[in-house]
């Protein structure tokens, strides 16, 4: 008995952490098994998709909508209509999904209809609809009258707590309380007689951790063996006489009852529970028979199912495919010899309960275009057993060629807890493309219609994110609820996409190389010639090169493709046709209007933006125009843009225009006119993705869907940008493939600043000598002016007044530190040199430059300290001061981090030069742990070459134990760094196999994202912030309020406009969220399994300081991916205004009430902090309308700027992104400070338009009463050292290590066309922060154009490489000057005329 005790309490256990049999295991009744072998195929395949798709149940919600379920409780309602003086039992249900709702009234019908003992009133809510307030009211009081309450999948911590929190003071009065897999707190209610789970996860179970252990051991076999146990159990407790094994055998009866999910099975359940604990029936009872419990009617936990199959289930595939192959497909016209068969996987849940024309639709459609399927499912949510076991052949081969999950859960461990690893491991085995659909569970299919967001939040989070990790592609939209019944309906025109993408993604693995068809596009960002391939960081034509040699060496036809990167370019480029050097690219097609029209379904509806076809844009005036090249089976193409950049009136529209009618054209080539087998979009990134339409779960007139159509999509994304990545993944169904940006070098020093640290060099030898030491101090300080350092130290002397021989030892080292340490900054500074080419990995020196900074971080999670704190430890420092000191200025210090930052380069240096060959590149990494020579090294005490080298470099107690934990971890990084799959995930997807997923960031923090070529996935949403990120964030925060109070006299800021970004916060773990959580004073809290859904107020007292106002503006990829996370904000920041604390220690209360009043509303609604952009619109357009020169003056920028991110986000409404423009307006108002942050050494700001684009400084200036600019503040977490810096500092600093580095640029120019373009890119981008914050120095403006137009021999070579991007950067000098942010002599504009006058004309040919 014990043992029985112990398995079924820990089967409780295991069900409530990691659910192994949650949605899955209902089934029907042996009566409904029944089925006839009618092969009436006809009869089932189509009729299933032309199901009414009726809401009957409309019903406004109290609170103002959002993304409630549409649905009704009362729908589930079910009063006795005769109870004829039987005791009624009343039965209160809450669920997940809706599938039970049909098979539960039939079981309480059936009870009313024919029990003569008892009569059942019954009412089932589904989990969301208790958001809704009059909804929840009324489940209070159903609870509160009820007999028997039911919970079952109850997954969402907020939703948890409100039903613990009704259920819990009734729970004594209750008869009897069933809870099956939910949260702890939930499970925890469980009441049947004496058996409850009241310690559940609460304390330690022995027998818990066992099982745990056995389970990752074990795998599945193991999740197996649990229902097995839950099967016989009930048997085994049978006979036993306590009263307690009787409870414990009700529940597991009860609880298989539940899974066998029929209105017999429901009605048994309902039966034993009312005639044993419901009082008025016991007692109804006493003298009388009991209704013998039927034993429950189970299917087999895993087996092959088959609509029309005359068996109800196949458990193995050889019965199957005897009758499928011999019987089924011949009548319905399939060839089972040649036929494409796709695995699909199903909920067992629907098919238990009869819920199932959803999966019959798709089934029907995929069979109607001659495939073969074979529809499997589980008794729990690991489906990796069944995989294993129906999609294999008897001698091991894969039968299947794609795969379609439509339980939209992760394949193993569903919502709760999943085994990412093992389900990426078994779909690497079968190798085969793998596709999870999505069924609505939320919505009713109205409601995702008519929703700008699309799929409901928590679906998101569930059904996409956690998918995604294990390598799933394409989340589709395959089936709806409808509302009345609760059950599934499939949605007619998705579940033809979801055939047609499963059956292309199968043809793709069997189509011979030569005759596959693959289109190559490329994109041109801003559109001009000088402009195409563009990409972030990647020599696109290069890249091309490589990919289509690969190509040619697995048999594709490549026609007469050039094998030289210049002639690429050139073929694409230039139309033969046409003058040397014309503006005009090579055309590819032109399409009569005609044949756009009869071939584009949706061009009508482009009418409405664009006019008729074929407008202006991709068109000579009667054709629209297809730019590319083509190669025999391979088309290079251009992709368009959105067309609207140059549009003054386009950029300020609140949502973006659809896409134009030359932008439908191409994608309209390449599936019906090129008939392309697959898409490979090159590089980050094209406008496809972000195209309007719903922001995640695309409908059919959404224009990411309407364009890629069936189209397969390989999208190559730059490894440190995940999330626009996932964007592409979830809008445009790409299949992405990380590439390496090119590893990071420090920014070294150059010209004055060279001389700087020669001089400061001299002066550490002289400080003591009264003549030589003030000489060379007045030599720094005369140099420091030269070279513009007066405006980042304050502190440096007056250049005409000051002389160091009247000045104190003491004074001189403070001024020489201060220089040393702004010097150091600029010379320590990260920089991405040159581009990256695909397929080929970082030489060994390149490998240093990444090893450098992976090494400089401490990793406590993994115990390893960083490099810097072992070498300062070893002189008894801690490298925190030393970074302390060294940011104060003290001289010694900055001395001291010089020298350790040497001596961590020497040491990695030693490292790598292990593994190096003669031609500087890493073929093999040596091991440092396992070399004979160590052991004999080790005899003669002779150190490690990378202890050896701290040594020499001045740290001789250098403890070298205490560095091999970092080592052996570095020596993984090589490996990481070095291996190379690019061109080999590529062709994976090309060749129709499935990818590896991996994390996206940045390799320097998570070296996981190594190597690269790889599926890239975000974070599962739920798990950020994480404690790590909390921790750096309290203290950026602390440096922030440190820093601006220094400032304004010791007071604090009251409010503070942030922005956040989608990637800035994957690879930070969520930081920045955090940094607007802790200023606010507000803390995220884990929920009982680890995920972050919750917030608590940090009381002041603790808190020690006032509660900051926030203004939070998040980046359109933001919103997209952390949805929750702004539910997350909103609801802690209505916390902090919700208060009732001084006004004086709460600016987010003292404001709020001021909005309120000023606007009208209510307190909650006025503190509302947390906008963004419209669903399916992205960023300001700020960038875009600078970035193509298409704006009036800087009131235009504002202007758009509020119209397009004044939609605010509201807990209380989460579906939806209101407009606010007057509530955005009022927030703004208040702002004293902007902040941003920067976390990557890749991408800085002005790298990117993104930074500025949604910079509100001079917004805010706009609309403060006093007309005040306000403070604008960048932190920068890139290095171990984290620094809080003015956003003028900011600039200065990137124009010093990138525009002005000749270190950077020359890197830019060894890489040719793409260089010059990345170059202006740069100076346009520095403009940028001229227009909207004003914090660029003219000098920076003067030295650009010193090195890049007055040096004549630069001049000309940019505009022999690239004279079209020679043109733009011409064109950005005189735009600035004539705008007002640079002041120059008119010599230098005369020039900058002539030039431009020159550029024109060679472009031209004249």
Partial sequence: FKVAAAALLTMGSATAWQPSSKISTFVPSRTVQQRKNSHAVASYSKSSLNMVLADPTKKQMSSGGGMFTASNSESRRVMPENPGGRPTMKVVYVVLESQYQSSMTGA?????????????????????????????????????????????????????????????????????????????????????????????GQSKSVVADFMKKKKQEDGSSFEEGMLKLLRTLPKVLKFLPSDKAADARTFMMSFQYWLGGSPENLESMLVMLGQDYVEPIMKNMEGKKKVEAAEPILLPDKAIWHPVAPKFVFENNSDYFEWYNKEFCPDAGINPKTAPTIGIILQKSHINTKDDTHYVSLIAELESRGARVVPIYSGGLDFSGPIEEYFYDAAGRPIVDTIVNLTGFALVGGPASQDHAKA??????????????????????????????????????????????????????????????????????????????????????????????????????PPDKGNVGTAAYLDVFDSIKAVLKQMKSEGYDIGDAPMEKEAIMEAVLNDPEARISSPELNVAYRMSTDEYYDLTPYAKDLEENWGPAPGNLNSDGQNLVVYGKQFGNVFIGVQPTFGYEGDPMRLLFAKSASPHHGFAAYYTFLEKIFKADAVLHFGTHGSLEFMPGKQVGMSGTCYPDRLISSLPSAYLYAANNPSEATIAKRRSYSA???????????????????????????????????????????????????????????????????????????????????????????????????????????????????LVNIAQLDRPEDKIESLPRVIAASIGRDINDIYRGNNNGVLADVELNDKITEASRAAVRALVGQSTDSNGRVKEVKSVLDEVGNFFGGLFGQKKPWTQAIINAGFPKVDEERLLPLVGYLEFCLKQIVANNELGGIMELLNGKFLMPAPGGDPIRNPDVLPTGRNMHALDPSAIPTQAAVEVSEKVVE?????????????????????????????????????????????????????????????????????????????????????????????????????????????????????????????????CRVFSNSAGSYSANVGLAIENGGWEDEAQLQDQFLTRKGFAFNADKPGMMESQADLFKSALKTVDVTFQNLDSSEISITDVSHYYDSDPTKVVQGLRDDKKKPMSLMADTTTANAQVRTLAETVRLDARTKLLNPKFYEGMLSTGYEGVREIQKRLRNTMGWSATAGEVDNFVFEDANSVFIEDLEMQKRLMDTNPNAFRDMVTTFLEANGRGYWDTTEENIQRLQELYAEVEDRIEGI
């Avoid at 959580?1077 to 809290?1085: E, T």
């Fill in 108 to 200: 309480v019908k059936r009870i009313n209809a024919g029990s003569e003992n008892m009569a059942v009133e019954c009412v089932g809510y589904l989990l969301e609809e208790l958001r809704d307030d009059e909804t929840f009211a009324q489940f209070q009081k159903d609870v509160a009258s009820a007999n028997v309450f039911i919970g079952s999948l109850i997954f969402v911590q907020e939703l948890a707590e409100k039903v613990a929190e009704v259920v819990t003071p009734l729970r004594d009065q209750l008869d009897a309380v069933l809870i099956f897999p939910s949260m702890p707190e939930v499970m925890r209610l469980n009441k049947v007689g004496k058996f409850t789970m009241k310690n559940l």
């Fill in 424 to 525: 990426a491991k078994v779909l690497k085995r079968l190798n085969k493309p793998y596709m999870c659909a999505v069924p609505l569970v939320f919505q009713s299919f109205e409601e995702w219609q008519a929703s700008e967001l699309g799929l409901h939040p928590v679906q998101v989070a569930l059904q996409v994110s956690l998918p995604e990790i294990d390598g799933a592609i394409e989340p589709i939209i395959f089936a709806g609820r409808e509302g009345a019944t609760g059950r599934s309906v499939p949605l007619a025109d998705r579940v033809n996409l979801l055939a047609d993408r499963a059956m292309k993604w199968a043809t793709l693995g069997s189509k011979p190389a030569k005759d596959k068809k693959i289109a190559i596009t490329i994109f041109s960002f």
């Fill in 736 to 850: 992405t493939v990380s590439y390496l940006t090119p590893p990071a070098e420090n920014a070294g020093l150059y010209k004055g600043l060279k001389e700087l640290k020669e001089l400061i060099s001299s002066y550490q030898g002289l400080r003591e000598n009264e003549g030589r030491g003030p000489a060379i101090v007045n030599s720094i300080v005369s140099t420091s002016w030269t070279c513009n350092l007066d405006k980042d130290i304050p502190e440096l002397p007056n250049l005409e007044t000051y002389d160091a021989a009247n000045d104190t030892t003491e004074n001189r080292d403070i001024i020489v530190g201060k220089v040393y340490a702004q010097i150091m900054q600029i010379e320590s500074r990260l920089l991405p040199c040159g581009l990256h080419t695909v397929g080929v990995p970082p030489t060994a020196e390149e490998a240093v430059a990444t």
């Fill in 1039 to 1167: 440096k922030l309020l440190d820093k601006l109070k220094a400032e304004n006299n010791g007071a604090y800021p009251e409010s503070i406009a942030f922005t956040l970004w989608g990637t800035d916060n994957i690879k930070t773990y969520g930081e920045s969220l955090a940094q607007v959580l802790a200023l606010v004073g507000v803390r995220p809290v884990a929920d009982s399994l680890g995920r972050v859904n919750k917030v608590e107020l940090i009381p002041l007292e603790q808190l020690g300081r006032p509660r900051i106002d926030v203004v939070v503006s998040c980046s359109g990829v933001f919103r997209d991916l952390f949805i929750n996370q702004m539910n997350l904000m909103d609801r802690g920041i209505k916390m902090a205004a919700e208060a009732d604390e001084p006004s004086e220690m709460n600016f987010v209360r003292k404001h709020a009430i001021q909005q309120a009043e000023e606007l009208g509303v209510s307190l909650r609604e006025a503190s």
